[in-house]
């Protein structure tokens, strides 16, 4: 077991993680909407990217990276006023959420499936080369991803802590209704989180795309992780999931080089069953379960 | 000012108002008294869009209102302040005002509210940066109204502004609130403890099982 690969493994997964995490607990936070399609979001990131790069347009990775995130952003603004807002109307709508955005996972799937094919795509690491730490070698490419997976988080946390439509967000996930009192346009709000959260997903499914591939249902295995990383560190905590990310990251890259890649998910599991036994809410959770 | 024709309104299958109409002129201090249940604090929000009003009219400023959400009421200057405080109890006494001030009229002077607000209570400014979870009940129902003002009300409503303070805070509550209303500030507030408005107020209303009639305190007081 080599120490410093443990280490950059863990930070490099750690950092994505977070991406991922945030966005899905950003939602929940604002809207208690657990998003059964983050996953297919994330995997549509890919595609978009992909088809930016190869599918016709022929950018370049950066301006694919780049011209992504607007539509990323839109598509979750019109997912929440399309279907989860008409929702919201009814009782029960918390489990009819659920629901729908788990059908939206399969007909994004099956929408990918019949305009791309089944099989994976891929986008080339973007920058090629590495360096050596402590004799091991790290390939420039994860050293960016970490950096830029750390770049968006904290835009998301600058932008939620300093800006005016920022502390609105923050004000609806702790009160709906004294954020309504004080005039915030609460539905507005749920559309910024929901775009928040699906450009987070989607990019994290872009930086990705070179190591995992992508392919329609690809997204499963990055819903289930931030799942598991979110309840963790605390349903609707954005703070918690980075800290749960890291956590988890570490934990996988420890299990995966001392017992092997299987493991790692029944380690996740275990962990967060003994989080929940003792500490009910997760690490910084908000509200009780 | 505001003028409440007939209105009905329901929480789920349960009739709580029903025809009430009530008006209040620019300038008053009108009181709606009743004991807890009979549906004051539901009038309240219906009137200011955070519940969804049935049928009837309602009139403010001369344009009905009757659908509007309360974003577009907060941002013509018709303010509510919650009975339970509702504070964003995970942001700091800063943060909660100056979301008050988040509708566009208010946020352009927002530094000059602040400072009226922190004249009226400096403990507010003292514990400017603690978190509102901290705070006793009474520097609550201080950045309650606070946060209130910030909106820059011209129709401030206020739901029982006494509930869980010591009887000393809410004798000086009131008194706020009449020289709020002095000043020039229009206001509507529901009580249940009548004794408390003695020479404060215009007129006031009862409202018992969700039926309101045009009342003074002591009719109230035969009431209890």
Known sequence: ?289 | MLEVDRINVSYGDFHVLHDVSLKVEKGEMVAVLGANGHGKSTLLKALCGLLPIQNGTVRYEGSDITRLASTELVQRGLVYVAEDRRLFRDMTVLDNLMLGAFNTRAWKCREKTLDQVFALYPRLEERRHQLCRHLSGGEAQMVALGRGLMSKPHLLVIDEPSLGLAPNLTAQMMETIHDLNRAGMTILLVEQNAALLTGHISRSYVIEEGVIAEGDLSAFGELQ
């Open chain 1, 1 to 289: 077991m080599n120490i410093v690969e443990i280490l950059i493994s863990g930070t490099t997964q750690g950092a994505v993680y977070c991406v991922i995490a945030m966005g899905l607990s950003l939602v929940y936070g604002t809207s208690r909407i657990l998003n059964f399609a983050h996953g297919a979001l994330y995997t549509l990131g890919g595609y978009i990217a992909w088809f930016l790069m190869y599918g016709g347009p022929g950018l370049s990775f950066g301006l694919a990276f780049v011209v992504s995130l607007p539509l990323l952003f839109c598509i979750g603004v019109a997912l929440e006023a399309g279907i989860i807002r008409p929702l919201r109307r009814h009782a029960n709508w918390q489990i009819n959420a659920i629901m729908v955005t788990l059908g939206l996972a399969f007909v994004i799937e099956n929408g990918l499936q019949l305009l791309f094919g089944p099989k994976t795509k891929t986008i080339p690491a973007f920058i090629e080369g590495g360096v050596s730490i402590g004799g091991t070698t790290v390939s420039l490419y994860k050293i960016a991803l970490v950096g830029i997976s750390v770049l968006l988080v904290v835009l998301l946390e600058l932008f939620l802590a300093r800006t005016r439509a920022g502390k609105s967000v923050q004000a609806v996930s702790q009160d709906l209704q004294a954020a309504a009192q004080v005039g915030i346009n609460v539905n507005r709000v749920f559309g910024l989180a929901l775009g928040l959260s699906v450009v987070l997903t989607g990019a994290a499914g872009i930086l990705l795309a070179p190591v995992f591939q992508i392919s329609p249902t690809g997204g499963w295995s990055p819903f289930l992780k931030a799942f598991v990383i979110v309840v963790f560190g605390g349903l609707g905590s954005t703070r918690g999931a980075m800290l749960a990310a890291f956590i988890l990251a570490f934990l996988e890259a420890i299990v995966v080089a001392s017992v092997g890649p299987g493991w790692a998910m029944p380690a996740w599991l275990i962990v967060l069953m003994i989080v929940l036994m003792t500490r009910p809410k997760g690490l910084l959770g908000v509200w009780e379960n």
